[in-house]
Every structure is written in structure tokens, then in C-alpha cells.
């Protein structure tokens, strides 16, 4: 199945060559969870602090569905 | 240290050093602000009349080296909320002041004459220097021009609007280089105030000065080690600039942008919807690109910068300077989150240049960006600009120039008279203070701290933000409808920080490392000598004093409430409202 991610600040490297805040449409495999995803692009869990999936808070254990949007952020603060 | 206070007194031009009150012994910052006006300011007085006074306040710590600690704050009945005010900013002043052992400098009286002045405050005298052709100025020219003549000084003072008696006037500071003005206590009109005193500048020499010693060299010792390690750590408040750690060095406050835009919460189109595609132009990320790029491009002529300190002995640097990409050159020093948001997103404008340049024009005339942003918006709503046209905006805001235009004059008085005068009722505020960057549909704390501090409308009154959105202390459910203790307890520790004289950025760290909270307690305790200085008790003691002078001002549990739209209109794309009972807004304080 296809799902939507997009990565912010430190951890868009991890999407060479796009543009800020683009998505990117990937396969993954059925009942692929976000930490699937995190071990795919090798990204420590401690480095994706802030997950959402559709805009709601989501933890690792998330299981993705088709189509989700998945947005990660490493920990970050401001306002 | 035996700190002094300076009292001047407009009505006769005249000042008084004066030992510190024994009850003000332990105060500083918003503590020190809020207890003075508290005291000495009848809460039912004019705010632009004779017997408003306004107080500026270095924090407990400003000018030690305990990191971060080097915030003004600034306070007086508030032109613009009609309550108590505190406005705190980074810059030079603070600790200048504190080099030269002045707790607080109070400003009061009426002048009986038509003439402006500044102030220059040194270690041996304060002298009054006459500035009508200062009058009027932009404060770029202004800060310039005085810098020539008093370098490496500490400067803070009232712009156009502030002169003009606006009630969105803020009190500039200038930052460490006096590249700009930008260091703003912004909010709340206190630059009006000072601008009923006929005073433009203080002017802060600390030659000759020392720095302030703690009482009890060890504990503070002990507590400011603890804070460094917390701050350097954390991977908010830590890493380094140009490298893959540190967010706030390397994006600076606006990296909230994308994360409240992805979180469905960034309000757009005057607070229409949650969500703004342009977003991710005008972001902390986008700053960062742009000054990479620029700095590539013109080597050692370039200005941009991220990583930059807001004020000296700040080891957290969120601050940067946007440069012009076609000559590297500095546009506004910091663009912030809450600005870029308000100038932008706000106003559906998503041309960075646009928005650092709407940013300038604000730090030159002398208004708060917050509720400047959201006037914009209410000028969209009233056909005055269309809808993200980044020029249009920049050339109505040009009017403020001139204090014979009108439109810009009713502009500069903020978002709350602007929709009186131009018949919008769509107007993001609570007791006359137009809202920050979050909307509270989607996250229900920020609403109950908006609701509910002293402040009207401030996100940094009780950040709730951090839990809700940024994972700290845990986490909190943002949807959640039970949010009076959350707001309270950042409500009550806010407070604190703020009369410390640390910035709030501290509280990222030290929510997540128990070490780091220690170190808040014990640096302010070693420094005044005590044992201890109770987070909670001396943070509610604040906001006690504070609570009873807006109940005195005529304020009643219905200025506790947020505009009806938000309870009735749903916001895209959660499709949600702020739901939270006006039983839990008042719990805040009377469970207190």
C-alpha cells in the first residue's frame, strides 16, 4: 500500500532533494507500523519526537493505513 | 548586592536614587514590575493619564552568569488590556543595569512641558538630554544615531506609535550590535506610556560597573552549573548552529510554523482555518535556507544569521537575522515565530522577503508584530487590503508614518480598535490583546491560558504548547477539555521564570531534566541568599497580585472568555471548537 510522508528540520535529509514541508508518496507493506518506517530511513526513535499521522499525535506502535499522511519531527521547541 | 531603584519623576524632571524596599527585596523581573504598579498605580486609573507610571525591571539574575538570564521586564497599567502589564525582552539593558546596580528604574509624573528627552543612566548620574529632533524617527535611524554618540549602550525606549500615545505602541530594545531594534517588550501599549512621559530613549551606560555578586556563591554556583548542562543537553535548547542539533539554534523560534501548520492549529485567514499552505515559505526552515544561501553567495559582505544571541550570556541563540536575498544584507533581526505567523500566515502572505520586511516596518514604527498581524487581517476582512497581497500590506502599513492618516493611525492602535473603527467583529482577542499563533479549537490549554492570564491573549503567560504539541514534560491531549491545573501550573512557573529574569526557553529543558528545575530554583535561591525560593508559591504570589489589580481595574469572570466564534465555528480540517466549560476557565484561579 502507498501512505504520504513528509520530514521536517534536521530530519529532511533523510528525504534528499525535496522541497520543505513536501510529501512523498512511498510503499510500505501491510500493517507497517511507524517504527517500520523510522528503522526504514534509520531514524532513532528519540530523533522522531513529535509523529503525527492525519494531523493527530501518534505513537511508534501506529499502525499505518493506505493513504495516511505521516509527519515527523525531531524535538524541537519555539513560539 | 545592594541594588537601587531610580525614580524619576517627569513632573518636575527630577529623579530620586532609593534604597529597595524591604518587601521588594526578593523580587525582580515581572515580580518586581507587577508588585511596584500593584502598588503605587490606582487600578481604575486612565492607563495614557498622569497617574499611570511604567516600571522597568532587571530579573533577579540579569548580569550574573547564570545563562540565559538577561531579560527586562517591563510593566504599567496597560493602555491596551485597560489591566496590569508585563512585557519582558532580551537586549543590552538589563544587564547593563545590573552592572550598575539598579534594581529598577520607575517613571512617573506629568510633564509640564512639550518636550521630548531621553535618558542617560550611568554609573554616577542620570541626566535628562532634551531629543525633539528624535521625535518622529524611525528607530533604525534613531538607535544608529545614538549609538554614535553613546556606544555599546543599552537602549529601550518608545517609537512613533509609542510617541503618539498607540495603543499597540511596544517598547524597542536594540540588540547586542544595534543592527536593530527589534528586541521588543511588545505587548500591551507600554510604549504609549512612556510616550504620555515625553520620553523617547533610556540610554544605559555601564561603564565602570560590576557584576552582581550572589549572596550565597555556592548554591547559586551549584544551581547555574545544573542550568547550563540542562540547556546544553537538550536537543531544543542544545546543539549548534549549522549543524543536525539544535533546534533552536539552527531554526530559531519559527520552527513551531510547520508543526502547529501539520497539527491542523495554525490559524489562517484571520482564524479561519487550521492549516496554510504557504506556511512552510515563511518558516524557521525556510530562514535557514535562506541565510545558508546567502552567506554561500556574498562571503563576508553577508548579514544573515541563525544561532544569534538576543542578549549577552545567552547560550540558547534562537534569535537570527533575515537577510535581502539579493544582497545579503540584514531585512529584521529576529524574525520570530509569532510575528511571521501573525505578518504571514495570518494574512495568507507566504513571501518571506514580504513578511520580514512587514516585520521592519514594525520594529521601525514602534508596534507590536503580534497585534499588528492580526489588524492586518481585520483590514482584509474589511476590504481595506485584499487577502495575501504581501505589497498592499506593506504599503498600508507605510501610513503609520504619517500621524495625519488616519487609517494608519486606527492601525497602529492594534486589532481590537481596528475592528471597532472598521466595523469587524472578527476579532481574535481577550481583553483587547489580539491572539498569538495558536488557534486553541484544536489545542484547548493555550485557549484557557488566553482566557485566562492577566495578560489578555498571550501564548508565553502559560505555554501550554509545549506539552500539547512538542512532547515535553510527557506529553498532554491537546483535545482535552480538562486543562485549568495544566494552565495553572504553567501559568504559576512562568511567573517565576519571569521575575528570575531567565528566558522561557529554559522551560524546554528544564521540563525534561529534573536537574535543570533544580538549578532554576537554586541559582535565584544562592543568589538572594536563601534556602529555598518556592517555584509554585512565589509564581502564584505574582499572579495573585496581578489577578487583584485587574479585579480592582473592573475586570469580572467574563473577561475570561474568548470570542464567540471559536465556541460556534468549527475550524478546518479537525473540524473542531473550543469546547472547554467556563467552569473549567474559572477553576484556574479560584482553585488556586
Known amino acids: ?79 | 548586592m545592594n541594588y537601587k531603584i531610580i525614580r524619576v519623576n517627569v513632573s518636575d524632571m527630577t529623579y530620586k536614587r532609593e534604597e529597595i524596599p524591604e518587601k521588594y527585596k526578593l523580587l525582580g523581573g515581572r515580580g518586581l514590575t507587577s508588585a511596584i504598579v500593584a502598588d503605587e498605580v490606582d487600578p481604575k486609573t486612565d492607563p495614557l493619564g498622569p497617574a499611570n507610571k511604567i516600571v522597568f525591571a532587571l530579573g533577579i539574575l540579569s548580569g550574573t552568569s547564570a545563562p540565559s538570564s538577561g531579560r527586562l521586564s517591563v510593566g504599567a497599567k496597560s493602555p491596551l488590556t485597560r489591566g496590569i502589564k508585563e512585557a519582558n525582552a532580551g537586549g543590552l539593558t538589563a544587564t547593563r543595569l545590573a552592572k550598575l546596580g539598579i534594581k529598577a528604574v520607575i517613571i512617573e509624573g506629568e510633564p509640564k512641558h512639550e518636550d521630548w528627552y531621553h535618558i542617560y543612566i550611568s554609573k554616577d548620574k542620570v541626566e535628562f538630554i532634551k531629543a525633539n529632533e528624535h521625535a518622529n524617527m524611525g528607530l533604525y535611524k534613531l538607535i544608529d544615531i545614538l549609538w554614535q554618540k553613546y556606544p555599546k549602550s543599552g537602549l529601550v525606549g518608545a517609537g512613533i506609535a509609542g510617541q503618539r500615545l498607540l495603543r499597540n505602541a511596544g517598547i524597542f530594545g536594540n540588540n547586542p550590535e544595534n543592527t536593530d531594534p527589534g528586541r521588543y517588550a511588545g505587548r500591551g501599549g507600554l510604549g504609549a506610556v512612556l510616550g504620555t512621559k515625553k520620553i523617547i530613549a533610556i540610554i544605559t551606560d555601564d561603564t565602570g560597573g560590576e557584576r552582581p555578586k550572589p549572596v550565597n556563591e555556592e548554591l547559586f554556583k551549584k544551581g547555574r552549573d545544573k542550568m547550563v548542562k540542562a540547556l546544553k543537553e537538550h536537543a531544543i535548547t542544545g546543539g549548534k548552529a549549522g549543524t543536525d542539533e539544535g533546534a533552536l539554534k539552527n531554526y530559531g523560534s519559527n520552527v513551531l510554523q510547520n508543526i502547529i501548520n501539520e497539527a491542523g492549529a495554525l490559524p489562517t485567514k484571520n482564524f479561519r482555518i487550521g492549516y496554510f499552505e504557504g506556511a512552510k515559505n515563511i518558516s524557521g526552515e525556510a530562514v535557514h535556507e535562506l541565510v545558508d544561501e546567502t552567506n554561500e553567495k556574498f562571503g563576508a559582505d553577508a548579514e544573515g544569521e541563525y544561532g544569534h544571541a538576543c542578549h549577552p550570556g545567552c547560550i540558547i541563540r534562537c534569535s537570527n537575522t533575515v537577510p535581502d536575498k539579493n544582497t545579503g544584507k540584514l531585512i529584521v533581526s529576529p524574525l520570530e515565530y509569532e510575528t511571521a505567523w501573525a505578518l504571514g500566515t495570518n494574512c495568507t502572505i507566504d513571501n518571506l522577503e514580504q513578511v520580514a520586511m512587514m516585520n521592519r516596518i514594525c520594529n521601525d514604527i514602534g508596534i507590536d508584530t503580534i497585534d499588528a498581524g492580526n489588524a492586518i487581517a481585520v483590514a482584509m476582512e474589511a476590504g481595506k487590503i485584499p487577502w495575501g497581497d504581501g505589497k498592499a500590506a506593506i504599503e498600508f502599513m507605510k501610513k503609520g508614518y504619517d500621524p495625519d492618516d488616519v487609517e494608519g493611525t486606527t492601525f497602529m492602535h492594534g486589532a481590537k480598535v481596528a475592528g471597532d473603527t472598521w466595523g469587524v467583529d472578527r476579532v481574535a482577542q481577550v481583553k483587547g490583546q489580539a491572539f498569538p499563533a495558536y488557534d486553541p479549537r484544536p489545542i484547548r490549554g493555550i485557549g484557557v491560558t488566553y482566557a485566562t492570564t492577566t495578560m489578555g491573549a498571550d501564548h508565553t503567560a502559560g505555554y501550554t504548547i509545549a506539552p500539547e504539541i512538542l512532547g515535553s514534560a510527557g506529553g498532554a491531549d491537546p483535545r482535552e477539555l480538562n486543562k485549568a491545573d495544566l494552565s495553572r501550573a504553567f501559568q504559576s512557573t512562568t511567573a517565576y521564570i519571569d521575575q528570575a529574569g531567565y528566558c522561557l526557553f529554559i522551560a524546554f529543558a528544564i521540563l525534561d531534566i529534573a536537574e535543570g528545575m533544580e538549578g532554576l530554583e537554586e541559582t535565584v535561591a544562592g543568589f538572594l541568599g536563601k534556602e529555598k525560593y518556592n517555584i509554585t508559591e512565589v509564581g502564584n504570589k505574582i499572579l495573585k497580585i496581578e489577578r487583584e489589580f485587574n479585579k480592582n481595574a473592573g475586570f469580572t469572570k467574563e473577561d475570561d472568555r474568548l470570542p464567540k466564534f471559536f465556541r460556534e465555528e468549527k475550524l478546518p480540517p479537525h473540524n473542531v471548537t473550543f469546547d472547554v466549560t467556563d467552569e473549567e476557565l474559572d477553576a484556574v484561579f479560584e482553585k488556586m
Open chain 1, 1 to 79: 500500500m502507498n501512505i504520504r510522508l513528509k520530514m521536517y528540520a534536521s530530519l529532511r535529509k533523510h528525504l534528499p532533494g525535496t522541497e520543505i514541508g513536501e510529501e512523498v508518496k512511498i510503499e510500505v507493506e501491510q500493517d507497517s507500523t511507524i517504527m517500520d518506517i523510522l528503522d526504514r530511513y534509520t531514524i532513532e526513535e528519540s530523533l522522531a519526537k513529535i509523529i503525527f499521522v492525519n494531523g493527530i499525535h501518534k505513537t511508534v506502535e501506529y499502525v499505518l493505513e493506505e493513504n495516511d499522511l505521516l509527519v515527523i519531527f525531531p524535538p524541537i521547541g519555539g513560539g
